[in-house]
């Protein structure tokens, strides 16, 4: 039997790993593996372009600081008229007396350093201080709040389990987001948009809710609503609140959200836990305030109030609302994934219907086809019997490049189409070249054996030199570039590789196949 060599024993191998991957692409049921990723492009999906409100961020942060240096001025005696945050997001501060300003100074100067002071000013025995973030601070707060709003968003896709979702920011606020495959759009937008800040807040019940919408709340309090739905008739109600405003615990000490049923009602509901911290805070909060309503408020709005009957330990709750199991998913979605540091708002929104992809990939495969065909019959034209060589080489490389998309979950887009009808031309051009000086060889009066190896030998140098630089020009685009740019560097990127195997080893291989044993006078070429 004849030994088989490391080229062939290399194809062989190759080919069998490409088809293996390749198979779940057009039968999934054959071989449950991961297919082909198809892009928005392709499969239709949705577009979004979110807009962080950042400054929202840096009020939050102002606002945590005021909270803040009144406990350190609490502690430390220190008394003040006034001490607020301004529009611009300043802070106000009113002082009167020398002992209160160096006790001051000195909370500031400690704890508070980022701060400074904007300007001093003296008014009938009161020294009022404008203090201010320094605009590198500001910057960088506002910077942080959209990356942290990049990997929350990520964060909440990936828990939904979108395939390849494409996030990216633009701009220095802005986030794109493309998601293939969605069909429940709605959906999607209100799980990306929801900023998810959760708040435990103590229900007003000395207050008079009734008075305080026909005019203003007790200071301390706000009005928040409950929105029930009866699914039934599909009506939806606002029950008002009496909120009182300080935050007793907030979602930062989650460590876990998920959906169960309640045996009793048979209703989903989202039970969390919280961290050791948080485990704590909320046993002091219930053992404080037994018979009295405690408030589970998300992004303003109460989801329930029930009063507390002892106090919790273990640091677990209950989050009731009369949910559907999606909006239960998507809540504990929401919290596991974390608030969002500042709200964002869709600016622009386009969807793209399955039907439309289907007609890309039409179009796609079409065009393959026919660039395909035309390049296999112009080898067969040319180069005769050994163009038939460089046919096979093409189609084996077309399997690669399939193979390889499947292997490493990348994602085809339609510019990725045209990548590889670029490569079906690039793939037989490294074939053109070994040709080329194969005929050279014979005009030279060698045999054809000779000339082929020869061929081989001299033409490789310039094949891998033409296709290295391209290979470098298709891992810069994928580094650098976004979308349907990089759709196109990873089948270009794919194609190299591939058409370098087929044109070097698999065409040298088929050489020596044909030819092995023969005594041959004359070559088809």
């Known amino acids: 039997m004849k030994k088989i060599s490391w080229r062939e024993f290399t194809i062989v191998a190759v080919l069998i790993a490409a088809l293996v991957y390749l198979l ?17 492009d392709l499969q239709g999906g949705m577009h ?58 000195s909370v500031l100067s400690d704890d508070f350093s980022n701060l400074k002071i904007a ?15 320094p605009d590198k601070v ?13 990997e929350t968003i990520r964060n909440r896709i990936d828990a939904f389990g979108v395939s390849e979702p494409d996030i990216r920011i633009q701009g220095e606020n802005r986030i794109l987001i493309q998601l293939p495959g969605i069909t429940d759009t709605k959906r999607a937008k209100e799980l990306i948009g929801k900023t998810a800040r959760l708040t435990f807040q103590l229900v007003d019940e000395d207050g008079d809710v009734n008075e305080a919408l026909k005019g203003t709340p007790p200071p301390g309090d ?103 199991m999606d909006e239960a998913k998507d809540l504990a979605i929401v919290l596991r994934a974390g608030a969002l540091p500042a709200p964002v708002k869709i600016v622009e929104e386009r969807t793209v219907g399955p039907t439309l992809g289907a007609d890309s990939i039409r179009k796609g495969i079409v065009s393959t086809i026919i660039g395909g065909l035309v390049v296999i019959l112009f080898m067969l034209m040319y180069y005769r019997k050994a163009g038939l060589i460089a046919d096979i080489a093409l189609v084996m490389n077309i399997i690669l490049i399939g193979g390889g998309l499947a292997a490493f979950q990348a994602t085809l887009t339609l510019p990725g189409i045209a990548g590889i009808i670029l490569t079906i031309g690039m793939a037989v051009d490294a074939n053109v070249i070994i040709f080329e000086r194969i005929r050279e060889e014979l005009f030279a009066g060698k045999t054809p054996v000779a000339a082929i190896n020869a061929g081989f030998d001299r ?60 005594k041959v006078s004359t070559l088809s070429i």
């Open 24 to 40: 779940p692409t057009f039968h999934a049921e054959l071989w449950p593996h991961k297919k082909i990723n198809l892009g928005l």
């Open 48 to 105: 979004l372009a979110l807009e962080v409100e950042n400054e929202k961020a840096v009020e939050t942060t102002i606002e945590r600081m005021i909270h803040e240096i009144k406990i350190d001025l609490r502690k430390k005696s220190v008394k003040y008229l006034e001490l607020s945050r301004n529009p611009d997001n300043s802070i106000t501060v009113k002082l009167e007396g020398e002992d209160n300003i160096n006790g001051f100074n």
């Open 119 to 133: 300007s001093t000013t003296r008014d009938s025995g009161q020294t009022i201080m404008v203090l201010k973030l």
């Open 138 to 150: 500001h910057e960088n707060i506002k910077k942080m709040a959209t990356e942290q709003a990049l």
């Open 222 to 324: 706000e009005i928040l609503y409950q929105i029930k739905k009866n699914y039934r008739t599909g009506m939806t109600s606002k029950i008002p609140f009496l909120i009182k405003k300080r935050v007793l615990l907030d979602g930062s000490s989650l460590t876990d959200a998920k959906v169960q049923i309640a045996s009793q009602y048979n209703e989903p509901y989202v039970g969390i836990e919280f961290d050791r911290r948080g485990a704590r805070i909320f046993e002091r909060i219930t053992g404080a305030n037994i018979k009295k309503r405690l408030a589970i408020v998300l992004d303003k709005t109460v989801y329930s109030a029930p009063v507390i009957q002892d106090r919790i330990a273990g640091g677990r709750a209950q989050i009731t609302g009369n949910f559907t």
């Open 459 to 518: 033409a490789t140098l310039t094949v891998l030199d033409a296709n290295i630089t391209t290979l470098i020009a298709a891992v810069v685009l994928f580094q650098y570039g976004t979308g349907p740019v990089k759709g196109f560097a990873v089948t270009l990127g794919l194609g190299i590789v591939s058409s370098l195997f087929t044109a070097i080893i698999v065409s040298k291989s088929l050489f020596d196949y044909f030819l092995s044993g023969k």
